[in-house]
C-alpha cells in the first residue's frame, strides 16, 4: 500500500494547504473504497457462480468449461426448403465490416453457404472461410423451471415443515431456560456464583465430540433415536452463549426497579416476568433469532440421530442426501442449495441489527 | 446487597413461631432454583457423558449389543496409537488447522480494519456483505463452493484462465489443494469474528491515536503499537475458539467429499474417523477413546494458549 504513489500538484499551480487536504482525502477514499469494492466483489463471486448454474438447462451445462457462462441457448433455425425441415446451427458471420446472424446450410472447411433467418427466400450467402472459426449465436434463456422441479422431487414443504417445528421447539426450550439460568447469575447471591460461571462459560470450549457418544447411547437407551427429541429436549437446559448474552443484558438493568417491586410484594418469577422480561426483548429477540438460525443450519444433529428416517429429516439433512443422489443435475443442486439458505438469509437482513447487537454483546465484554 | 439481610438474622429467634427464611436464605434458594435448568443439564449432558466417555474407553462396547461390554483395559488406547488411519487422520487434522488458522485469525482483523476505516463509504453495505455468507447453511455454502471450485467449469478456475494461468488447479481432486480449496471456503466464516473484532476497534480510545500522531507516529506504526495490543484479547478469544473448532472439523471435509476423506485421503479428518468408528461401525468403545483423546489435546492446547497469552494479550482493564 505504501507504494502507491499521491498525486502530486502540478507545480504551476500552487495549491493551498485546504485543497492538498481534500485530494489527499478523495484519494484515500477512492482507494479503500475500492479495496473493499474488490473484496466484496470476490465475496460474492460463489453467489454468482451458483444463480447462473441453478438457471442454466442440461444442455447448456453439457457444454462443459467452454460453455457461456450466463444461461444461454444456442440459436437454431429451423429451415424448409420446400422437401423437408432441417434443423440448422445460426452463427455470428462477419460480413463487410458487420457482424450478422445467419443460419448456416452447408458447412466446409473453406466456405459455408448461409440462409438469414429474417429472410429465408432470398439468394443464400455465399461466406468464404472455415466455420469452425466463426462463433455459434446465444440467446439469453433462463430456465427458471429447475426450481420447481427441485422443490417438488426434494418435497420441500416436509423439508421445511420439519425443520421450523425443530427449530421452533428448541427456540422455546433455550429461551425458557437461558432467560432463567442468566436470571440467576445476573441477581442472586449463590453460593460459588463465579465458579459456577467459569464452568458455564468453559462449555464454550468443550469439542463436541467428548460427550457425543454417551449421550447417543443414552437416547438410544431410552428410545429417542429417530425421533426429534434429541434435537430439541436439550435446548431446555439453557446453553453458555445464550445465558452469557442475558446476563450481561441483564446486569445492566437497574436494580432499583427489581428492589421497587421486590417491596411491593412480588416474587422473584413476578419481577423476572414483569420487570426484567419487558425491558430485554432485545437480547430475547437476538438469542431466539441465533437460535432458530443455527437450528436450521445444522446438520451434525440431524445427520446422526435421524439416520433412515427420511419422513423426519430437516432441510440440511434432505439437501444433502438430494445432492448426492443427483450430483449429476448441477442445476438442482445448486437451486436446492439457494432455496435451503433463503429463509436465515432474509431473517438476518430483516433483523439485522439483533444479529449485530448479539454478536458484540457475547464477543466483546471477555 | 448481601449485606442488608444480616441484621434480620441478629433478630432474636424466640419472638417468631416458625423461624422464617432470612431474607438472604430465600434468595438463594431462588437462585438455585432458576439455576437449576442449567445444572441439571450441565450433569446429564456435560459432566456425566464426559466421565461416561471415558469410562467407555476401557472398554468394547457395541450399540447393536449392548448386554455384551467388555473390559478391555488399555487396549482401545493402544490401538489409536497404531491405528494409521487414526495417525493420519491426526496429520490432515493439524496440517489443515496449520494452514487455515492464519486466515481465520487475520482476515477478521483485516476487515474489521476496514469497515473501521473512516476513508470508506457505504460501511452498513459492506458490513452487511461480509458478515451474510456466515448465516449460509453450511449444506448451502459447500454446495455453492464446490461448484465454485469445480476445476472444470467452476468461476474460480475460468477467471484463473482468464487472467493467463493455463493449468489452474483441480481444487477439489487433488490431495495438494483440497487444503487450500476448504481454506478458501473458510473465508465465508469469518463474519461473525469480524464483528466481534469490529466491535473492540471501535471502543479504542482516539486519545490513543492522537498521542501517536503528536509523538511522530504513522498509521502503519500506530496499527501495530496501539491497534494490535488493544484488540489482542479479542485476538486470543477467536484464536481459542479457531482452535477448538478446527478440532471438530467435520461438516465441510464430510459433504464436500462423500464421507470418503478422499482424494487419497487428504480430507480424511480426525472426527471424520470418529464418526465412521462411532456410527457406521457402531464401535462405540473405540469411538469414546478417540473423543477422549481429542479432549486431551483440546485441553493442553488451550493450557499452552493461555500460558502464552500472558506475553501477548493486553487487557486494558487489568484484569
Known amino acids: 500500500m505504501a507504494a502507491i504513489s499521491q498525486p502530486r500538484p502540478h507545480p504551476s499551480v500552487i495549491l493551498s494547504p485546504y485543497f492538498?487536504?481534500?485530494?489527499?482525502k478523495f484519494t484515500a477514499t477512492s482507494l479503500v473504497t475500492l479495496f473493499g469494492s474488490m473484496l466484496a466483489f470476490i465475496y460474492l463471486l460463489p453467489?454468482?457462480?451458483?444463480?447462473?448454474?441453478?438457471?442454466?438447462?442440461?444442455?447448456?451445462?453439457?457444454?462443459?468449461?467452454?460453455?457461456?457462462?450466463?444461461?444461454?441457448?444456442?440459436?437454431?433455425?429451423?429451415?424448409?426448403?420446400?422437401?423437408?425441415?432441417?434443423?440448422?446451427?445460426?452463427?455470428?458471420v462477419p460480413i463487410d465490416g458487420e457482424v450478422r446472424q445467419l443460419a448456416a446450410l452447408i458447412k466446409r472447411r473453406t466456405s459455408v453457404v448461409f440462409i438469414d433467418p429474417n429472410d429465408p427466400t432470398a439468394e443464400p450467402i455465399v461466406w468464404e472461410g472455415n466455420w469452425r472459426?466463426?462463433?455459434?449465436?446465444?440467446?439469453?434463456?433462463?430456465?427458471?423451471?429447475?426450481?420447481?422441479?427441485?422443490?417438488?422431487?426434494?418435497?420441500?414443504p416436509l423439508l421445511f415443515r420439519n425443520t421450523f417445528v425443530i427449530a421452533f421447539l428448541g427456540m422455546i426450550g433455550t429461551l425458557l431456560s437461558s432467560i432463567s439460568v442468566a436470571y440467576a447469575f445476573a441477581r442472586f447471591p449463590i453460593p460459588g456464583k463465579n465458579w459456577l460461571f467459569i464452568v458455564l462459560i468453559g462449555t464454550i470450549i468443550l469439542p463436541g465430540q467428548v460427550t457425543l457418544i454417551p449421550t447417543y447411547a443414552f437416547f438410544s437407551s431410552i428410545g429417542w433415536t429417530g425421533t426429534w427429541l434429541p434435537l430439541i429436549v436439550p435446548h431446555f437446559f439453557a446453553n453458555a452463549y445464550n445465558v452469557f448474552l442475558l446476563r450481561q443484558f441483564f446486569m445492566t438493568l437497574p436494580r432499583e426497579l427489581d428492589e421497587a417491586a421486590m417491596i411491593d410484594g412480588a416474587s422473584p418469577l413476578q419481577i423476572l416476568l414483569y420487570v426484567i422480561v419487558p425491558q430485554s426483548w432485545a437480547a430475547i429477540v437476538s438469542v431466539g433469532l441465533f437460535h432458530f438460525?443455527?437450528?436450521?443450519?445444522?446438520?451434525f444433529g440431524p445427520l446422526i440421530y435421524l439416520l433412515g428416517k427420511p419422513e423426519l429429516q430437516p432441510i440440511s439433512v434432505g439437501v444433502q442426501i438430494f445432492n448426492f443422489r443427483y450430483g449429476p443435475r448441477p442445476e438442482l443442486v445448486q437451486a436446492t442449495s439457494l432455496m435451503a439458505m433463503l429463509l436465515p438469509i432474509l431473517l438476518f437482513i430483516l433483523a439485522q441489527r439483533f444479529f449485530m447487537r448479539g454478536v458484540v454483546i457475547t464477543g466483546v465484554e471477555k | 446487597m448481601t449485606s442488608v439481610p444480616t441484621p434480620l438474622s441478629a433478630e432474636p429467634a424466640a419472638v417468631r413461631l416458625h423461624k422464617p427464611l432470612s431474607l438472604l436464605e430465600q434468595q438463594k434458594r431462588w437462585g438455585w432454583l432458576f439455576l437449576s435448568p442449567w445444572l441439571i443439564g450441565f450433569f446429564v449432558f456435560t459432566l456425566i457423558p464426559i466421565v461416561a466417555s471415558l469410562i467407555?474407553?476401557?472398554?468394547?462396547?457395541?450399540l447393536t449389543r449392548p448386554e455384551q461390554v467388555k473390559f478391555v483395559g488399555l487396549n482401545n488406547w493402544a490401538k489409536l496409537f497404531a491405528d494409521p488411519l487414526t495417525?493420519?487422520?491426526?496429520?490432515?487434522?493439524?496440517?489443515?488447522a496449520l494452514l487455515s488458522l492464519p486466515v481465520a485469525i487475520a482476515l477478521p482483523v483485516l476487515l474489521a480494519a476496514l469497515l473501521n476505516s473512516k476513508y470508506l463509504i457505504g460501511k452498513p453495505f459492506f458490513r452487511?456483505?461480509?458478515?451474510?455468507?456466515?448465516?449460509?447453511?453450511?449444506?448451502?455454502?459447500?454446495?455453492?463452493?464446490?461448484?465454485?471450485?469445480?476445476?472444470?467449469?467452476?468461476?474460480?478456475?475460468?477467471?484463473?484462465?482468464?487472467?493467463?494461468?493455463?493449468?489452474?488447479p483441480n481444487w477439489l481432486g487433488h490431495e495438494?489443494?483440497?487444503?487450500?480449496?476448504?481454506?478458501?471456503?473458510?473465508?465465508?466464516?469469518?463474519?461473525?469474528?469480524?464483528?466481534?473484532?469490529?466491535?473492540?476497534?471501535?471502543?479504542?480510545?482516539q486519545e490513543l491515536y492522537d498521542a501517536a500522531k503528536v509523538d511522530g507516529a504513522g498509521a502503519v506504526t500506530a496499527f501495530f503499537k496501539i491497534t494490535l495490543p488493544m484488540i489482542s484479547p479479542v485476538i486470543f478469544y477467536n484464536l481459542i475458539l479457531s482452535v477448538i473448532g478446527l478440532l471438530q472439523y467435520f461438516v465441510v471435509p464430510y459433504v464436500l467429499t462423500r464421507g470418503t476423506g478422499n482424494p487419497n485421503g487428504a480430507a480424511y479428518f480426525f472426527n471424520m474417523h470418529l464418526y465412521r468408528t462411532a456410527f457406521l461401525f457402531q464401535d462405540m468403545g473405540y469411538g469414546a477413546t478417540m473423543a477422549w483423546f481429542i479432549f486431551l489435546i483440546a485441553i493442553v492446547l488451550t493450557i499452552i494458549l493461555f500460558a502464552t497469552s500472558r506475553r501477548w494479550v493486553y487487557y486494558a482493564g487489568g484484569e
Open chain 2, 128 to 168: 452487511l456483505l461480509f458478515y451474510l455468507p456466515y448465516i449460509v447453511p453450511a449444506i448451502s455454502s459447500i454446495f455453492i463452493w464446490q461448484a465454485f471450485l469445480n476445476g472444470q467449469t467452476g468461476w474460480l478456475n475460468r477467471l484463473l484462465r482468464l487472467i493467463g494461468i493455463a493449468d489452474p
Open chain 1, 20 to 24: 492538498v487536504r481534500q485530494l489527499r
Open chain 1, 133 to 156: 472459426a466463426l462463433q455459434p449465436a446465444y440467446v439469453f434463456q433462463a430456465r427458471w423451471e429447475n426450481f420447481p422441479e427441485a422443490w417438488q422431487m426434494i418435497d420441500f
Open chain 1, 47 to 92: 453467489f454468482g457462480n451458483m444463480m447462473t448454474i441453478a438457471l442454466r438447462d442440461q444442455e447448456s451445462l453439457a457444454g462443459g468449461p467452454d460453455s457461456p457462462i450466463l444461461p444461454m441457448k444456442q440459436l437454431f433455425y429451423e429451415y424448409n426448403d420446400g422437401q423437408r425441415v432441417q434443423r440448422l446451427e445460426v452463427f455470428n
Open chain 2, 176 to 205: 495438494f489443494w483440497i487444503g487450500p480449496a476448504m481454506v478458501l471456503m473458510g473465508v465465508w466464516g469469518v463474519g461473525n469474528a469480524m464483528l466481534i473484532t469490529l466491535a473492540t476497534l471501535q471502543g479504542v480510545p
Open chain 2, 87 to 96: 495417525l493420519n487422520s491426526l496429520r490432515v487434522t493439524f496440517g489443515f
Open chain 1, 293 to 299: 438460525v443455527w437450528a436450521w443450519n445444522d446438520y
Open chain 2, 56 to 62: 467407555f474407553s476401557f472398554t468394547d462396547f457395541y
